[in-house]
């Protein structure tokens, strides 16, 4: 929970700072993502820990974690509306098939919308014990599809351009085989960032990790130069980005 909260306040940020919000604001998202699930802290842990979907049921009481939520930080002096606001609706959907209030399109507040779509894709890009991980690119492609029903298109957009198409902190397959974790990104080029290199071409842990701009390979013919193949979900090849960099 406390991984997950970290993450969803940095893409806040990330995003509202793409937006032009003023440093208030990026301070209230910050809170806000780091809030944000923090009712699960009153659900069974055995639930939360189940291998598997939830039974219908189980899923029913997992939803309370919003109210849950609330109830907690109406003890907390000094929070911000919008931070309670953006908690109260990161589970509202643009076609009404969200929770706890099934609210639509222009009854779901900025920080709502914001927090929707951080909340998804951080909950996509990292184990989850009911659903295979998805590499970061698979995952922005994910919200795209589906941001017409779920998720206001535009706000999606401007996502995608904050964060890259293989956002910071992300595994990604190089065109020589070899892994490497994205960075640093290039404004020019958002499909060539600054990478760091974790394996060979046999996925075998590097004992020395170089870093690599891709925009920039000199003395490199071009059809020569190194590219990203593909993105990877996290823990792909048993290999583990955080021993190498701290995303």
Known sequence: LYGHGLQVAVY????????????????????TGLLLDIGKIRLPKDMLLKKGHLTPEEFETVKTHVQLGLSILKETSGLHADVLQGIA???????????????????????????????SFVALTNPRLYADTMPAYEALQTLSNFNAELYQSSMVEQFI??????????????????VAVVISHSKVRR?????????DADKRPASQPATLDLLYQPQTAEENQLIIQRGLPSGAFGLDAREYYLS
């Open 12 to 31: 806040l940020v990330a995003l509202g700072r793409h937006l032009g919000l003023p440093k208030e604001f990026l301070e209230h998202l910050c809170t």
């Open 191 to 199: 499909l060539k960032p600054r990478v760091l290199i974790i394996s």
């Open 161 to 178: 351009q904050a964060i890259g198409v293989f956002p910071v902190g992300s595994m990604v397959e190089l065109s020589s085989g070899e």
């Open 89 to 119: 609706q990161h589970h509202e959907r643009e076609n009404g098939s969200g929770y706890p209030a099934g609210l639509s399109k222009g009854e779901i507040s900025l920080f709502g919308r914001m927090a929707a779509i951080a909340d």
